[in-house]
């Protein structure tokens, strides 16, 4: 579909928020946001929480969703002339496509378990972060409901018999051979087809970022893997002074090491537990209230029964 020029302005994107290490906690949403921001294309960014999978962006025109998913998204804007790609001969379109595919077979799945699938993980960072974008009480319910989504979609790929702990090698080591092709590819150019950056910087960069910027306590081999290849966090630290000036890097400060893994007193100060024990206390206490008038009502009806019989017998002597 095409939107007429004048009206460009008019195209909203809803994103996953951030926080002040990274645009946005979403890969697919910081790829997109990544790509705007090269191309200076006329979108208007919102934050939101909603959307059609929990983690992917939307370009609305008006009311309207246009179009969902980073990689079509960034074709819609190609095809309404705000491309990053008008260099790249046939042979290196082809090559983004190859790459596109590998890192959503490989880069993604990797990342999606290590938030959502790993226990520590999920409890320390995850469900966290997550929870407090959102509006109570999607906060409480949300969370756990997308890991059971994400575990379910990562497993239905693994082999029979294998456990979730299996299925994560498997896919932490396809993850780290897709970090080196990445490496290898790049080799000492400033983007991945020469001196201008294209879409396929985009989407690496939606990824790489998050592992850089965003470490996570437990099964952290993929941000110890990305930090051995030296072209790559440049390339990463490059993109984020071009298109992400004001915000803030763990890498640049040296602080790239993994975040202290938690204890029993760090569970307790988290807002969302003790949002989950208020509503367990008061929906105990309102069942017990309803039992308490029930029993009540219960009492003072056998006890007016009682003394119609009573009033009853009465009168007929």
């Not at 790239?256 to 949002?275: C, F, I, Y």
């Amino acid at each position: 579909m095409s939107v007429p020029g004048r009206q460009q302005s008019r195209l909203e994107l809803l994103l996953h928020p951030g926080d002040e290490y990274v645009g946005s906690w979403e890969p697919e949403s910081l790829q997109v946001l990544t790509y705007v921001k090269l191309t200076k294309a006329p979108v208007s960014i919102k934050t939101s929480w909603q959307s059609p999978s929990g983690s992917s962006p939307r370009l609305l025109y008006g009311s309207r969703t246009v179009v969902t998913r980073a990689e079509d998204i960034i074709v819609y804007l190609k095809e309404q002339g705000y491309s990053t790609a008008a260099h790249l001969k046939d042979y290196q379109q082809a090559e983004t496509v190859a790459y596109t595919a590998l890192l959503r077979d490989r880069l993604q799945p990797a990342i999606l378990y290590c938030r959502w699938v790993n226990a520590q993980n999920y409890v320390d960072v995850t469900r966290r972060w997550y929870g407090k974008t959102l509006p109570f009480p999607l906060s409480i319910f949300l969370p756990s409901w997308r890991q059971r989504c994400v575990q379910q979609r990562l497993m239905a790929g693994a082999v029979e018999g294998s456990g979730t702990e299996q299925r994560g090698l498997e896919l932490l080591t396809k993850a780290e051979e897709c970090i080196n092709l990445l490496s290898a590819r790049l080799g000492e150019d400033d983007y991945f087809f020469g001196d201008s950056p294209s879409p396929l910087d985009s989407l690496v960069f939606g990824y790489l970022e998050l592992l850089l910027q965003c470490p996570l306590p437990s099964n952290n081999s993929l941000h110890t893997q990305l930090h051995s290849c030296v072209n790559l966090v440049v390339f990463c630290e490059r993109i984020r002074r071009s298109c992400f000036p004001g915000v803030k890097s763990r890498t640049a400060q040296g602080h790239a090491s993994n975040p202290p893994p938690s204890t029993p007193t760090t569970l307790w100060k988290d807002p969302t537990l003790w949002l989950c024990v208020g509503v367990g206390v008061l929906v105990m206490g309102m069942q017990g209230v309803r039992v308490g008038l029930w029993r009540g009502l219960r009492q003072w009806v056998s006890l007016r029964l009682g003394r119609l019989r009573e009033g009853e017998e009465d009168s007929s002597m």
